[in-house]
């Protein structure tokens, strides 16, 4: 009785709240608390193996969940490239010929877990300057023809306007014209005409007609991903070489491609810019908006180049007299530039003259060119056009080039108005002196540097100004 007693009395004494549970010992508890803890990381380390456009290759140990902009980050950091924001990781099919440029936001080691052990794919490091130009020129992407609106738009939409709708969820506008397609698990191409909307893709079973009950649902874009071919006619047999198609995430060969082919590249480029506004939406914008926006206000991305070149605010300059002045007379400023050049030329020869003879600043002259990123030794007109594509469809993208069919000559490949033009550069030889002229001897320079240079400030005989140049990165 004494001892039930006891009990009660000690059951009557009011309950005292821990204020530490968390460190009192039990037999089924730790000492500290799990959440008091430094969780272990989950992040586990993976290899990554990136490839440039001379074909060296790095390889990188990153977390399993590093994106494509995180991934060109670190490879422009430990290269001390200059971040211009136009930096790429690009996916290789190497088997089936596609090839894309992978969103700045999707996982790296998602898009490799989809590959086939026994295919040779491979990620490429390179620059698009394509690859959010229709932020700022949607006119050049989405062509009035193309492009229809919904019945409730009566207003004109201008082509900023178009961009807020697709990416908007309530409205959108409609993408159509004629296309070839593949058919399934045959050989032969079938011209139809398709439309794309928020649903999907689908095709007309009566020549243009949009009535629901002629649409056929072609594909849908959330479970696979768009490729362009990088190999045109050879392995799909395409009328054209404006191919892109659609491969699911799982896809276990080409039997489950939906091929698709456009006959020009102003269609191809319309076409994969409106699938991947649908398919991605704000993710797009905020990507592009995100170099900009830097977490702690000052960023690396921030820094200026060290060469840049703005189409906008530079002017030719006569400092000869005690004033200054913007020489505004075209014809003089060409002549002025050619003067500056003899004269930067003719102070070459004389440095140069205290350690080697003029003979040697003349072979100098010759092959000075052949150090610098834009110009490509000996590589033939189709692959120029492929190094350009690479590079993005957009206006001002130039390489310089050995001419296959006249050696003593080059060529300057140049993208104007999503196609590639090509202007033969021919020496000219006047008085015992070498001169390089692109319209005839008109406008002559003393070597293809000074030329390039000139053209990057006036247009000139060009149907622009050169503005992005396309170099073989090594890594």
């Given at each position: 009785?004494?001892?039930?007693?006891?009990?009660?009395?000690?059951?009557?004494i009011?309950?005292?709240p821990?204020?530490?549970?968390?460190?009192?010992?039990?037999?089924?508890?730790?000492v500290?608390?799990?959440?008091?803890?430094?969780?272990?990381?989950?992040r586990?380390?993976?290899?990554?193996?990136?490839?440039?456009?001379d074909?060296?290759?790095r390889?990188?140990e990153?977390?399993s969940?590093?994106?494509?902009?995180?991934?060109?980050?670190?490879?422009?950091?430990?290269?001390?490239?200059?971040?211009?924001?136009?930096?790429?990781?690009?996916?290789?099919?190497?088997?089936?010929?596609?090839?894309?440029?992978?969103?700045?936001?999707?996982?790296?080691?998602e898009?490799?877990?989809?590959?086939?052990?026994?295919?040779?794919?491979?990620?490429?490091?390179?620059?698009?300057?394509?690859?959010?130009?229709?932020?700022k020129?949607?006119?050049?992407?989405?062509?009035?023809?193309?492009?229809?609106?919904?019945?409730?738009?009566?207003?004109a939409?201008?082509?900023?306007?178009?961009?807020?709708?697709?990416?908007?969820?309530?409205t959108?506008?409609?993408?159509?014209?004629?296309?070839?397609?593949?058919?399934?698990?045959?050989?032969?191409?079938?011209?139809?005409?398709?439309?794309?909307?928020?649903?999907?893709?689908?095709?007309?079973?009566?020549?243009?007609?949009?009535?629901?009950?002629?649409?056929?649902?072609?594909?849908?874009?959330?479970?696979s991903?768009?490729?362009?071919?990088?190999?045109?006619?050879?392995?799909?047999?395409?009328p054209?070489?404006?191919g892109?198609?659609?491969?699911?995430?799982?896809?276990?060969?080409?039997?489950?491609?939906?091929?698709?082919c456009a006959?020009?590249?102003?269609?191809?480029?319309?076409?994969m810019?409106?699938?991947?506004?649908?398919?991605?939406?704000?993710?797009?914008?905020?990507n592009?908006?995100?170099?900009?926006?830097?977490r702690?206000g000052?960023?690396?991305?921030?820094?200026?180049?060290?060469?840049?070149?703005?189409?906008n605010?530079?002017v030719?300059?006569?400092?000869?007299?005690?004033?200054?002045?913007?020489?505004?007379n075209?014809?003089?400023?060409?002549s002025?530039?050619?003067?500056?050049?003899?004269a930067?030329?003719?102070?070459g020869?004389?440095?140069?003259n205290?350690?080697?003879?003029?003979?040697?600043?003349?072979?100098?002259?010759?092959?000075?060119?052949?150090?610098q990123?834009?110009?490509?030794?000996k590589?033939?007109?189709?692959?120029?056009?492929?190094?350009?594509?690479?590079h993005?469809?957009?206006?001002?993208?130039?390489?310089?080039?050995d001419?296959?069919s006249n050696?003593?000559?080059?060529?300057?490949?140049?993208?104007?108005?999503?196609?590639?033009?090509?202007?033969?550069i021919?020496?000219?030889?006047?008085?015992?002196?070498?001169?390089?002229?692109?319209?005839?001897g008109?406008?002559?320079?003393?070597?293809?540097?000074?030329?390039v240079?000139?053209?990057?400030?006036?247009?000139?005989?060009?149907?622009?100004?050169?503005?992005h140049?396309?170099?073989?990165?090594a890594?």
């Open positions: 009785n004494r001892r039930k007693k006891k009990e009660d009395n000690i059951l009557e009011p309950s005292i821990n204020p530490f549970p968390e460190l009192c010992s039990s037999p089924f508890a730790s500290l608390s799990a959440s008091l803890l430094p969780k272990a990381t989950s586990k380390k993976q290899v990554l193996k990136v490839y440039s456009e074909d060296t290759s390889a990188l990153v977390p969940d590093i994106t494509a902009r995180d991934v060109c980050q670190l490879l422009i950091l430990k290269n001390h490239y200059i971040d211009d924001h136009s930096w790429t990781l690009f996916e290789q099919l190497t088997h089936t010929g596609l090839g894309r440029a992978i969103e700045d936001h999707e996982l790296v080691m898009v490799q877990s989809n590959w086939v052990m026994e295919e040779e794919n491979k990620l490429y490091f390179r620059k698009n300057y394509a690859k959010y130009e229709f932020f020129n949607p006119l050049s992407f989405f062509p009035d023809h193309m492009i229809s609106f919904p019945s409730e738009t009566n207003a939409v201008s082509h900023s306007g178009i961009l807020q709708m697709f990416l908007s969820s309530s959108y506008p409609e993408i159509h014209g004629y296309l070839h397609a593949k058919e399934q698990g045959k050989k032969s191409w079938k011209k139809l005409y398709f439309l794309l909307r928020r649903s999907g893709l689908y095709f007309s079973t009566k020549g243009t007609s949009k009535e629901p009950r002629h649409l056929q649902f072609f594909c849908e874009f959330s479970n991903d768009m490729y362009m071919s990088l190999t045109g006619k050879k392995i799909s047999g395409a054209t070489n404006y892109f198609c659609f491969k699911p995430n799982k896809s276990g060969g080409t039997r489950d491609l939906k091929q698709l006959d020009d590249e102003q269609s191809r480029t319309c076409w810019t409106a699938i991947r506004l649908l398919k991605y939406g704000m993710q797009l914008y905020q592009y908006m995100q170099p900009y926006q830097g702690s000052f960023s690396p991305l921030n820094i200026t180049p060290m060469r840049s070149i703005s189409e605010s530079l030719a300059m006569d400092f000869s007299g005690h004033r200054s002045r913007i020489i505004e075209p014809t003089e400023a060409l002025v530039a050619v003067e500056e050049g003899l930067w030329r003719r102070r020869c004389l440095r140069l205290s350690h080697g003879s003029p003979i040697a600043m003349s072979n100098m002259g010759m092959s000075i060119h052949r150090s990123s834009w110009f490509h030794h590589i033939s007109r189709e692959e120029a056009q492929r190094l350009i594509l690479q993005g469809l957009v206006d001002g993208v130039f390489l310089v080039r001419s296959q050696p003593k000559t080059f060529v300057l490949s140049l993208s104007h108005g999503l196609k590639i033009k090509h202007f033969q021919v020496p000219l030889e006047d008085d015992g002196k070498l001169f390089y002229t692109l319209d005839d008109h406008t002559r320079f003393t070597d293809l540097i000074q030329l240079e000139f053209y990057q400030l006036n247009k000139g005989v060009l149907p622009c100004k050169l503005k140049y396309c170099s073989r990165i890594l």
